[in-house]
């Protein structure tokens, strides 16, 4: 692809607002040391009625689908990307 962009900036803003908008993070009470309360879970598949549904349009190593789970607030995010070759 051709980027013409010759500044990294933009890109690692955006990247950044997508972590913080994923991850939790919160100080340990006393010492204020910061730590994440998020789990992440990389989901390569899903099994559904009568074996393994299919999670992805076609397979690729670029594929990517995340569930990130705050158990003290009780949420999740899905984060689902598939692989859709433009040619």
């Known amino acids: 692809m051709c980027q013409w962009e010759d500044s990294v ?7 950044q ?17 910061l730590t994440v309360r998020s ?6 598949g899903v099994l559904g009625e009568g074996g393994k549904a299919r999670l992805f349009p076609k397979d690729s190593p670029f594929n990517n689908a995340w569930v990130i789970i ?3 607030r009780r949420t999740a995010i899905v984060w689902y990307c598939p692989f859709v070759p433009f040619w």
Do not use: F, I, N
């Open 39 to 44: 789990v992440a879970v990389d989901v390569t």
């Open 9 to 15: 900036r933009p890109y690692l803003r955006a990247t």
């Open 70 to 72: 705050d158990a003290e």
């Open 17 to 33: 607002r997508t972590y913080k908008d994923l991850v939790t993070v919160a100080k340990q009470p006393g010492t204020g040391a």
